[in-house]
T-cell receptor, first 116, second 115 residues
Framework: GAGVSQSPRYKVAKRGQDVALRCDPI?????LFWYQQALGQGPEFLTY????????KSGLPSDRFFAERPEGSVSTLKIQRTQQEDSAVYLC??????????????FGPGTRLTVT | KQEVTQIPAALSVPEGENLVLNCSFT??????LQWFRQDPGKGLTSLLL?????REQTSGRLNASLDKSSGRSTLYIAASQPGDSATYLC??????????????FGQGTILTVHP
C-alpha cells in the first residue's frame, strides 16, 4: 500500500515568507508526528497529533510554527515569517495506534526547506 | 531528558568487512529502540525495531542488540557492501510521561563502504 507522502519535496523561501508543508499519512493511522532535521543532525520532535487533536507541541521552536490536522488525516505544518535557521528537512511520520503504545513509526520522504 | 549518542560519527570500511555501530541512551526507561537508514536526500527507512523486553533482532545481514539496563544498543552489519553506504540513525521511544511516542534520535553514523 501507499506509504507516508509529503509535499512539496523541496521548497525555497525568501526570509520573511510564510510556507506550508503537507503530510499525507498512511490511511487509518491515528498518530502523526512532525520532526525537524537540521543538516548533519538527527531528527528532532516538533509535534504530535492523535486523530485531529494536537496533544503535544512541546518541540515547536517558536510561535511562528503552527501545525494542524483538522479532519484527522492530512496534516499541514505552517511556518510564518521564515528565518534562515528554519532551513532543514521536515519529516512526517505516522503509526497505527494512539500514543502510548510502542508501535513502529513510518516516515515520509521529507520536505527540504531552504530559506534564503 | 533523554539523550542519544552514536559512535562513531563516521566510518569508512572496505567491502566485505563486518562492522559495528554503537548507540547509547541516558534514560533506560524505554518502550523500544529503532535503527533507521537514511540515504542522501531521502527519508528514513526502518531497519530493525527492538522492544524493551527483547535482547536482539535480526534481519538478513543486520543484527541489533539491546542492553536496556546499561543504555546501549549495537547494530552489527555482516559482510558489508557498497550499497550499505548511508547514514544510520538510532532512535529510542521513551516510556511514561507525556511523550506520546515521540522518538529521540542520535546524530547518526555516516557509513561508507568502498569497493
Amino acid at each position: 500500500g501507499a506509504g507516508v507522502s509529503q509535499s512539496p519535496r523541496y521548497k525555497v523561501a525568501k526570509r520573511g515568507q510564510d510556507v506550508a508543508l503537507r503530510c499525507d499519512p498512511i490511511s487509518g493511522h491515528v498518530s502523526l508526528f512532525w520532526y525537524q532535521q537540521a543538516l548533519g543532525q538527527g531528527p528532532e520532535f516538533l509535534t504530535y497529533f492523535q486523530n485531529e487533536a494536537q496533544l503535544d507541541k512541546s518541540g515547536l521552536p517558536s510561535d511562528r510554527f503552527f501545525a494542524e490536522r483538522p479532519e484527522g488525516s492530512v496534516s499541514t505544518l505552517k511556518i510564518q515569517r521564515t528565518q534562515q535557521e528554519d532551513s532543514a528537512v521536515y519529516l512526517c511520520a505516522s503509526s497505527v495506534p494512539p500514543g502510548g503504545i510502542p508501535y513502529e513509526q513510518y516516515f515520509g520522504p521529507g520536505t527540504r526547506l531552504t530559506v534564503t | 531528558k533523554q539523550e542519544v549518542t552514536q559512535i562513531p560519527a563516521a566510518l569508512s570500511v572496505p567491502e566485505g568487512e563486518n562492522l559495528v555501530l554503537n548507540c547509547s541512551f541516558t534514560d533506560s526507561a524505554i518502550y523500544n529502540l529503532q535503527w533507521f537508514r537514511q540515504d542522501p536526500g531521502k527519508g528514513l527507512t526502518s531497519l530493525l525495531l527492538i522492544q524493551s523486553s527483547q535482547r536482539e533482532q535480526t534481519s538478513g545481514r543486520l543484527n541489533a542488540s539491546l542492553d536496556k539496563s546499561s543504555g546501549r544498543s549495537t547494530l552489527y552489519i555482516a559482510a558489508s557492501q557498497p550499497g550499505d553506504s548511508a547514514t544510520y540513525l538510532c532512535a529510542v521511544r521513551s516510556a511514561g510521561g507525556t511523550s506520546y511516542g515521540k522518538l529521540t534520535f542520535g546524530q547518526g553514523t555516516i557509513l561508507t563502504v568502498h569497493p
